[in-house]
């Protein structure tokens, strides 16, 4: 049960994280007004549990309810496109193909268009990383993955996301190894 | 990449995972691997890029209000609604005589608190304000020269005005703004994704060092230096705000006026 105390502590702790929080959202998502519901729903769902944190990393500690509030609307809202591996680079209602990223002119239309292509889990790596700037430590704890997990995948997304960038630059058409 | 050494140790040396000893191994390495310097070349490009590309995407401020309404709602709620029946009217009896001597008796402390909760209030509603699309700056300008002029013909005090780009606070701009019926000037900076409002004002009181508080999940902290009272108002990090304080405390002595 919480007190204005805890209330208080919350939005000095835990809200100045909402940026971030907000950021991981719209990239699981691929969608700005999905990951403003999203964010709601985790923040609420943050402020609940809090009374059971108990120090430690907040931003991680947030992310990771974050992360489970993005996949579980988006089993939830767009199950038909998550019924197999494959399928989960569809299930980003992403218009993105090589063929619009080499058309974007704009570095920044681009790099999104680009990261919009990659897998869910191996896009939110590197906008951990890359984005965020989290640890692998932390990363691992955010995606409740091993630390050999996040290195491989964060390296596997890299790769594919130069592959996809480079695509553009020399017009090739050799994808992801 | 044609080098047969452990992928994830290029990726961890680029990320600055590595110890120190062993990322001194991995430099060794480096010095007589082409391939591991050309595939650290394109991902710090790419890094590069991806920097450069402002990607980030930041919370608009209406769903930040939405949460705090959210917050502020809940509680009441959930703790009320297994209270109903018979004890739970005892319990509500309970909490009304609790409420009626604290009303009783803490005011006399309340009052000093009053006031600051209400300043805090103001403040924190400013920025908020602020942060509603088109309305952070009127003057639009990091040039120091420039918004000062465009201050000294605005109100009636003077100011001095700084850019802390290099300290990571970059001033974007100003406005002229509205707190507790005072006319305020707004200097604006921004620091990564945090906007940072310095609400400055002429005041008739004597010098007074630093007092913080928090508001609504935003922090502020006020000072008063040579007949001006500032008020800097973020929701970053309370070590963040105090750093900008402590700049913009230091610029207003050495240039004091």
């Given at each position: 049960m919480l007190e204005a105390e805890d209330r208080a502590r919350f939005e000095q702790l835990?809200?100045?994280?909402l940026d971030a929080a907000f950021n991981l959202a719209a990239w699981i998502l691929s969608n700005r007004s999905d990951a403003e519901d999203v964010t709601q729903e985790a923040m609420l769902r943050a402020y609940r549990f809090f009374g059971g944190f108990y120090g430690g990393d907040v931003r991680a500690w947030l992310l990771q309810i974050v992360r489970n509030t993005s996949y579980t609307w988006l089993e939830k809202?767009?199950?038909?496109?998550?019924?197999?591996e494959f399928n989960e680079e569809l299930h980003m209602q992403s218009s993105a193909t090589p063929e619009s990223i080499a058309i974007a002119g704009d570095d920044r239309e681009r790099l999104k268009q680009a990261l919009e292509t990659l897998p869910a889990r191996f896009r939110e790596v590197l906008v951990l990383r890359e984005?965020?700037?989290?640890?692998y430590k932390e990363i691992a704890e955010i995606t409740s993955t091993p630390m050999g997990t996040v290195m491989s995948s964060l390296s596997r997304a890299r790769r594919q996301l130069q592959s996809a960038v480079a695509k553009h630059a020399g017009g090739e058409t050799t994808h992801e190894l | 990449m044609s080098c047969d050494l452990d992928n994830a140790l290029l990726h961890s040396y680029f990320d600055g995972e590595l110890s120190v000893i062993r990322a001194a191994e991995f430099q060794y390495h480096l010095a007589r691997c082409s391939d591991c310097i050309d595939e650290l070349d394109t991902m710090s490009s790419v890094r590069g890029s991806l920097k450069h590309a402002r990607l980030y995407e930041s919370a608009p401020a209406s769903l930040r209000l939405k949460i705090r309404v959210g917050i502020h709602s809940r509680t009441p709620k959930t703790r009320l609604s297994p209270l109903l029946g018979w004890r739970g009217l005892a319990a509500a009896a309970a909490i009304v005589l609790v409420a009626l001597i604290l009303w009783r008796v803490v005011p006399v402390v309340r009052k000093e608190e009053d006031y600051q909760a209400e300043f805090a209030a103001e403040i924190v509603d400013a920025h908020l304000r602020s942060l509603?699309?088109?309305?952070?700056?009127?003057?639009?300008?990091?040039?120091p020269a420039i918004l000062k002029a465009w201050f000294d013909s605005k109100v009636k005090f003077t100011f001095p005005v700084r850019d802390f780009a290099s300290n990571g606070f970059a001033l974007q701009g100003g406005r002229v703004d509205i707190v507790q019926g005072r006319t305020v000037a707004a200097l604006v900076y921004r620091s990564r994704d945090q906007v940072f409002n310095v609400f400055i004002w002429r005041t008739s009181e004597s010098d007074d060092s630093a007092h913080a508080g928090t508001r609504q999940g935003f922090q502020w902290i006020d000072w008063r230096k040579d007949r001006l009272e500032f008020c800097a108002v973020s929701d970053a990090a309370p070590f963040d705000l105090r750093r900008m304080q402590r700049l913009l405390a230091m610029t207003s002595s050495i240039t004091a006026e």
């Open positions: 835990v809200l100045p994280h809202n767009r199950r038909m496109h998550m019924t197999d984005l965020e700037g989290c640890s | 509603l699309p088109g309305q952070i700056t009127t003057a639009n300008s990091a040039d």
